[in-house]
């Protein structure tokens, strides 16, 4: 026999300013099963909470209502309190009678206080029927997998490691570095990108509790939070890294050239590469496509008799450590990990899709990170600006903003944030590489919000005789060697026409490609723009909805480096906190299967949006749903579309909310 | 060029409506970036570009724009439409503000344009077709610019591109009545007011 | 409403409706009569659209929305009658009798239309371009006479790419259909900036100025990339580009002498059809001397 009590809040006045207390009090005491009822005027305070287990004693109560605030509020606080007066925490309901009556009906005390007794109804008739429920513990493994090796990821992945725990970082590329180790310069204070970076590169790949796995990818995700079990895909190098000392002879002497992607088209590499000198590991691949023997074996393959391409094979006459591997095949291995630190960064939106700009079209039209390329001393010009069509030094050097950026046109509606910087970044670059170059940036709006930002872009202006546009580029084209730019100057208000030996579009942040399909793997959300999505975007920016799971860095949204670096830093003291339990505690309230009901249509499955219902077997060969608890969020979706309720939620089982709704007309 | 004059900002007045209802744009959406002045082949004409044009609506300032010459400058090239980044058809708000403009009876600044349009649609009322020889003729006598393109007749009549008569349609009565019956229903076209 | 018959590729349609509006029947006869040339050697029926009214251009646009559907729509139902695809040659017609099509699918626009024509709409005729027509054939072209070594500049204008939803053939910055067939023809396609930058459209009477400046950009940029010639697909554009040559250089003290034709003269000439047939001898700006020089005339 169920002994409820009802606890009444006022809430100051909060409650009691709408709500006629007295009254809820009469009518609670008149509900079946209730044998006490009090009211204070703070329950969450300490004597309100102390009042709760006196009475629990006090009356041999083994139900409580506490009709107060919303359950996000103070439903722990007042599960604790029970649970101190030796209750189970789970035969407790709490009636919201604050955000849900009082301050939404503050004009009509009447019905106010009607609602309060109808909703105090049906948390009565809802806990009468609670029972105990007991939270499972599920150990973990305290090692965190990091995917992606640009500057986010290396800060979680080190930050997690010097915290004590096991590191495996995946990279996807050759090198660890990502986009900042394409930078010459950061903004504002015009650090060497390499100078700040490869030290922390390197720190990474010598860390003891760091495992570095370059050249390989995400195949398959499964289980959940403390308890993932990852397929990682390590492609092929054709260069066994175990006994290669990175001497660089091979990449010196290989004859065939490709574009480096590292130097987006700038510069070349040759068919084996390391991406940069300063790449990690500094051991190379052999890339398979353009490699003259892979060439001349899938020529073979083919059976044609026309002439045999050469075999080439200079690399492994060379190697002095016979590290050249040329059977070696992608492997695929499985690693278990308690955390996932999701770090997969940005890409540059790709300008062709301007036509009216005709990058891709004209030599000389180039995207901001290219200029970059051609800036830095270890680039393919030595760090000289040349130009590349014909090796000239631009002296009229235009900057187009917001290409891929604040265009719904294009699908890109949002700002990138950091494209203003960079513009103002490469003018000052410009003018120290060459006092004679000007620099016209044609601007929307200047967007400088960080620290010493503002006073960064006054500067290209005021010392380094950047001329600021503001309107968006129409149009350009070539006339003899010179590019025409048309834009307008919306300030003054009229036509603007430029002829520029160089153009750059300052191109815009879009996630890297192939994160929706990694998104899917790991049931996380992202936006229409593919941005990943965050649990809460102000309050927990780098968690995800599925425990366990983290973000960092621009794979949320346009960052610059110090938000990219403090959300690594963040999420990894997300993972330590979870590695800083021996278990895991579960919600107890989960969907559980009645296995004698259920007709395995398994149209469970196929609604929850956790994948935390899988089959089983039965001995008698039914197949049936499974619920992983430890997966399960207790949505209810399952027990919604269950046709022969053979799936029921702990906690708010189908008996328990009938009971609710069928009290309302007792 | 316009005056220096103080602007009073009136975006309650009904012309953003009036333009939203009719082209189908939300001219809320610009944000001023300027894309469809730097390309307008025509913008040098106009006292307003595209995008001042865009700005005047949002602000309602209706007689801004109503007398302005650009409504009848544009030349319809939907340049600015196709490369504007919030995809807004700017040439059919210019469209839609230039039938305004008629509706309401502002001045027309750019007389020889409308005069054209004027005698462009009276001889295909005529006979159903365009009769290019009458079009300029009768252009060149009502605007008084009675030589205009007139040294281009010779090789023209030479090489057989104008035709002396015109060609009427059989059924051009049945044109005729379409130019009436379109006059009198867009008469009734909603106006905006402010 | 019913849009008819738009199932079916271009390429299997053997007949069409003919639509080619005013001008082609007066200042751009080379254009009328090369077309229907050119498709005969292609065996495409083009059967002239019987009672046909002017489009009402940019005038009925300007200045009466209503008109400017009306009048395209009066023929589009009369095309709706004789079941073919309609093809239009000029780009103003085309894009006045395509943007129509597309008004028409509001029902209050065509209830309204419908008291302005008089009649019931019931079915209309799939709207298509002359070039979109050669292209669906590209391969099947019998080139008799490549155009070797004749460099051309395809200029598309504005009608045939803008606005995109509604109307657009190709790209709005970078089309290819017209350089296609001129590769095709054996001729070269040059890479220029230009190919829809308008011309000044319907403006040489009232604001001559306008026209002269923008054809004088369009002309030099051609010249600029090597052209020997302008191909074009509306005879607006033909006019403004060829016809005010004389006027141009004599205002910027440019040498932009550059021959203007049209694309379906271009075709005839491969297929093997003569100037004079092509009525290629009557432009302002005469082609005969490059196309000779290059062994083509």
């Known amino acids: 026999m169920a002994r409820i009590g009802v606890f009444i809040c006022h809430c100051g006045s909060n409650i009691a300013g709408s709500v006629d207390i007295a009254r809820v009090l009469e009518a609670a005491r008149k509900m079946p099963q209730v044998v006490y009822v009090e009211d204070n005027k703070y329950t969450c305070s300490d004597p309100g909470q102390a009042s709760i287990r006196n009475a629990v004693k006090a009356h041999r109560l083994n139900r409580v209502v506490v009709a107060a605030c919303s359950p996000r509020m103070h439903e722990k606080t007042f599960r604790k309190t029970v649970e101190q007066a030796g209750l189970n925490p789970f035969l407790l309901e709490i009636a919201n009678i604050r955000e849900q009556d009082s301050w939404v009906h503050s004009d009509d005390k009447e019905r106010a206080t009607e609602k309060a007794i109808e909703i105090v109804r049906l948390a009565v008739a809802k806990v009468a029927r609670n029972y105990e429920l007991y939270a499972r513990q599920i150990s973990l493994t305290k090692r965190a997998l990091v995917i992606g090796g640009g500057i986010s990821g290396i800060q979680a992945a080190l930050d997690i490691a010097n915290a004590g725990h096991e590191v495996v970082l995946v990279e996807r590329e050759p090198t660890i570095g990502g986009r900042m180790a394409q930078l010459d310069k950061t903004f504002p204070t015009l650090d060497c990108s390499a100078c700040i970076l490869t030290p922390k590169m390197v720190e990474l790949a010598q860390h003891n509790r760091v495992v570095l796995f370059t050249y390989a990818e995400v195949q398959s995700i499964k289980g959940f939070v403390g308890n993932f079990e990852v397929e990682v895909r390590q492609k092929a190098r054709k260069v066994n890294h175990t006994t290669c000392t990175g001497c660089g002879t091979c990449w010196q002497k290989c004859p065939e050239k490709v574009p480096s992607e590292f130097d987006l088209g700038m510069g070349q590499r040759t068919a084996i590469y390391i991406p940069f000198p300063q790449a990690v590991p500094t051991k190379p691949v052999i890339d398979t496509e353009h490699c003259r023997y892979m060439k001349y074996q899938r020529f073979v393959a083919s059976g044609e008799e026309d002439k045999k391409p050469p075999q080439c094979r200079v690399c492994e006459k060379l190697c002095p450590t016979g590290s050249i591997d040329w059977e070696e095949q992608d492997r695929v291995f499985t690693e278990k990990f308690g955390a996932i630190i999701v770090a997969t960064g940005y890409q540059t939106f790709d300008a062709s899709a301007y036509g009216e700009y005709g990058a891709g079209m004209y030599p000389d039209v180039i995207s901001g990170l290219q200029l970059e390329r051609l800036m830095c001393a270890s680039g393919p010009t030595g760090g000289e600006v040349k130009r590349p069509s014909d090796g000239a030094h631009p002296k009229t050097v235009v900057f187009v903003s917001c290409v891929g950026s604040r265009d719904e046109a294009k699908c890109r509606p949002y700002c990138s944030k950091v494209c203003c910087m960079y513009m103002a970044k490469h003018a000052i670059m410009l003018r120290e590489h060459d006092p004679e170059v000007q620099c016209y940036i044609f601007y929307i709006d200047i967007r400088a919000g960080g620290k010493a930002y503002e006073e960064f872009t006054r500067r290209a202006q005021e010392e380094y005789g950047a001329i600021y546009l503001r309107g968006r580029i129409s149009k350009i084209y070539q006339e003899g060697k010179k590019l025409v730019v048309l834009g307008e100057d919306s300030l003054i208000g009229r036509p603007v026409e430029l002829s520029a030996d160089l153009v750059v579009l300052a191109t815009g942040m879009e996630p890297s490609s192939g994160v929706v399909e990694l998104a899917q793997k790991l049931n996380i959300s992202y936006d229409t723009n593919q941005f990943l999505v965050e649990a809460h975007p102000k309050l927990r920016p780098v968690e995800t909805q599925s425990d366990g799971i983290f973000l960092a860095g621009a794979c949320v949204g346009p960052r610059d480096i110090p938000d990219s670096v403090a959300q690594g830093s963040a999420a990894a003291v997300k993972a330590a906190a979870l590695f800083s339990q021996d278990y895991i505690t579960t919600d107890p309230m989960t969907a559980m299967v009645d296995i004698s009901r259920c007709t395995g249509c398994l149209l469970c499955t196929q609604v929850c949006p956790f994948k935390a219902i899988s089959t089983q077997a039965l001995r008698d060969g039914r197949v049936v749903a499974s619920v992983n608890e430890g997966l399960c969020k207790g949505c209810g979706l399952c027990a919604a579309v269950c046709r022969s309720k053979a799936i029921d939620l702990r906690g708010f089982t189908n008996q328990q909310l009938f009971a609710e709704v069928t009290s309302l007309w007792q | 060029m316009q005056t220096v004059e103080t602007i009073t900002p009136l975006p309650q007045s009904r012309l953003s409506g009036y333009v939203q209802k009719h082209s189908g744009q939300n001219p809320l959406r610009c944000y001023q970036c300027g894309k469809c002045n730097a390309g307008c082949p025509v913008a040098y004409a106009m006292d307003l570009g595209p995008r001042q044009v865009m700005r005047a609506v949002q602000l309602g300032l209706k007689d801004h724009v109503l007398s302005s010459n650009t409504i009848w400058v544009c030349l319809q090239c939907q340049v600015c439409s196709a490369r504007c980044p919030m995809e807004i058809d700017i040439a059919r708000v210019m469209e839609s503000l230039r039938l305004l403009a008629i509706l309401e009876g502002y001045p027309v600044p750019e007389k020889d344009i409308e005069l054209f349009h004027r005698i462009f649609l009276e001889v295909v009322r005529r006979h159903g077709r365009l009769h290019e020889l009458e079009l300029g003729a009768m252009y060149n006598v009502r605007s008084g610019h009675l030589t205009a393109n007139a040294g281009l007749l010779p090789q023209l009549l030479s090489r057989g591109k104008l035709s002396v008569l015109p060609t009427t349609i059989r059924d051009a009565r049945a044109v005729r009545e379409i130019f009436a019956r379109a006059e009198a229903e867009s008469r009734k076209a909603p106006a905006a007011e402010s | ?297």
């Open chain 3, 1 to 297: 409403m019913k849009q008819a018959e738009s199932t079916g590729t271009l390429a299997g349609q053997k007949a069409f409706s003919y639509f080619p509006g005013c001008s082609l029947h007066s200042t751009a006869r080379e254009y009328d009569v090369s077309a229907r040339l050119s498709c005969e050697a292609l065996g495409i029926e083009l059967k002239e659209l019987e009672g046909w009214a002017c489009c009402g251009a940019s005038s009925a646009h300007s200045t009466n929305e209503l008109l400017a559907v009306s009048l395209p729509a009066r023929d589009l139902k009369r095309a709706g009658e004789v079941g073919l695809p309609l093809v239009a040659a000029c780009a103003m017609c085309f894009s006045r009798l395509k943007i129509a099509s597309h008004e028409l699918q509001n029902n209050d626009m065509r209830k309204l239309v419908q008291t302005v024509i008089g009649q019931e709409i019931q079915k209309t005729a799939r709207v298509v371009h002359l070039l979109e027509v050669v292209d669906s054939r590209l391969d099947a072209i019998p080139v008799k006479k490549p155009l070797t070594e004749l460099k051309v500049a395809c200029y598309y204008g504005c009608l045939l790419v803008r606005p995109r939803e509604k109307v657009a053939i190709d790209d709005a910055e970078n089309p290819q259909l017209m350089d296609r067939l001129v590769r095709k023809l054996g001729a070269e396609p040059v890479a220029w900036a230009f190919k829809t930058e308008c011309c000044g459209a319907g403006l040489p009477l009232a604001r001559p100025d306008i026209v002269l400046k923008l054809c004088h950009r369009i002309l030099a940029q051609a010249r600029q990339a090597g052209a020997d010639c302008i191909a074009v697909a509306c005879p607006e554009c033909h006019s403004n580009l060829d016809t005010h040559q004389e006027e141009i250089r004599a205002r910027y003290g440019d040498d932009a002498r550059v021959p203007v034709v049209y694309f379906t003269q271009l075709l005839g000439l491969a297929l093997g059809l003569s100037v004079q047939q092509l009525h290629l001898d009557k432009h302002l700006t005469d082609p005969v001397p490059v196309l000779s020089s290059k062994g083509l005339a």
